[in-house]
Each structure stands twice: as C-alpha cells, then as structure tokens.
C-alpha cells in the first residue's frame, strides 16, 4: 500500500505563536509563509474567546489545482505530496482559481508563483516538514494516513476530526482537531 501523508493540527494546543509560519519561511524562503494562521475571536471582553487555524495546502486526495494544470506543472505523487514544478508552468492561474482553498499564491511583481509542497525534500530523507518540527505549541503531527500504526492513525481513531470545505469533495490530508475548551482572555 502506498503512503498518504498529512497533517493533524490540534487547535486545543495552537497557541497562534506563528512558528508554523517562521519555519516554513526559513526552510523554504517564499514570498509569504506557506502557512497562515488565522485568529478567531469571539464574545466581547472579559467573555473573550480566542481559536487558531492555520491554513496551508490541503495536498487533497482529489487536487482541483492538478486537475485544472493545463502544463503539468502540479503534479500529485503516490504518497499524496501535491508538487509544483515551476520549469513545466505556462502562468495561465487556472491552478490559484481552482484551489478552493487559497493556497496557491502568485506575485506579479515577480511573475512567481508557490505553494507548499510539505517539504517533499525533507520527507524523502526520511524526515518530518519544518513546520511540524519547529511547532511550539506541539499542535502539528505528521504522518502516514495508510500506517495504522503511525500517530496520525492513532490520533485519528481517538479525536473528533474535520477538514476544510468537505463540500467541495476534495478529500484533503490536513484535519484538524477542534479545541475542547474554549481559549478566555
């Protein structure tokens, strides 16, 4: 069986401390960190309450961007990994308008354009994206979804998981666990 790599991010651990964000810029150095996190807020104070969700490529089961790349230059290999290849790219955007997700990024300025590729570089040496690596708080596993025995199999069987969209059937490899109790300022 081949591998199916992906993220569980836990926002019960996320303390929105941007590392996530810090280290994927410092391995891969794009023009915005490949990671976002976004702040909710609600209630007003002293009921405050405050959630993180960090966004990066869902490197989907069924990638829309891949599907809509007239060049090939998106391309999903057998272990789930969504990878661009930026020598095969025509710039025709049909991959940023198809991502429902927001997760591919183009910079006129610089006629640029990048995702997140999970640090493909890194898990072929064996090793765990920076972004996992590096994360403070601990929120980030990684693992092979198709290993029952990896942590993010195990984590998956124990906790109340969702994905981003599931409307739009793309069936991505980042969860995310909710957070049990609320975060209060």
Do not use: W
């Not at 069924?62 to 057998?78: E, I, M, Q, T, Y």
């Not at 109340?160 to 995310?176: A, D, G, I, R, W």
């Amino acid at each position: 069986m081949s591998k199916k790599y992906g993220f569980i991010i836990d926002q019960e651990r996320c303390i929105g401390c941007d590392c996530c964000t810090v280290a994927c810029e410092k391995e891969k150095d794009p023009k915005q960190g490949f990671i976002r996190v976004i702040k909710e807020q609600t209630g007003v104070f002293p009921d405050l309450n405050i959630t993180y969700l960090p966004h990066l490529c869902n490197h989907c089961e069924n990638p829309p961007c891949v599907a809509g790349c007239p060049s090939d230059a998106l391309k999903k290999r057998d272990d789930g990994i969504v990878i661009y290849d930026e020598d095969e790219c025509e710039k025709c955007f049909t991959c940023v308008d198809a991502c429902p997700y927001g997760e591919i990024h183009y910079y006129s300025s610089e006629d640029l354009l990048e995702k997140c590729d999970l640090c493909a570089h890194l898990i072929d040496q064996g090793k765990e994206p920076f972004c996992a690596t590096c994360c403070e708080g601990q929120a980030i596993y990684f693992g092979d979804f198709n290993d029952p025995d990896s942590n993010v199999s195990l984590i998956a069987k124990r906790k109340n998981l969702f994905q981003l969209k599931p409307e739009m059937h793309t069936n991505p490899s980042v969860y995310y666990s909710p957070p049990v109790k609320k975060r209060e300022l």
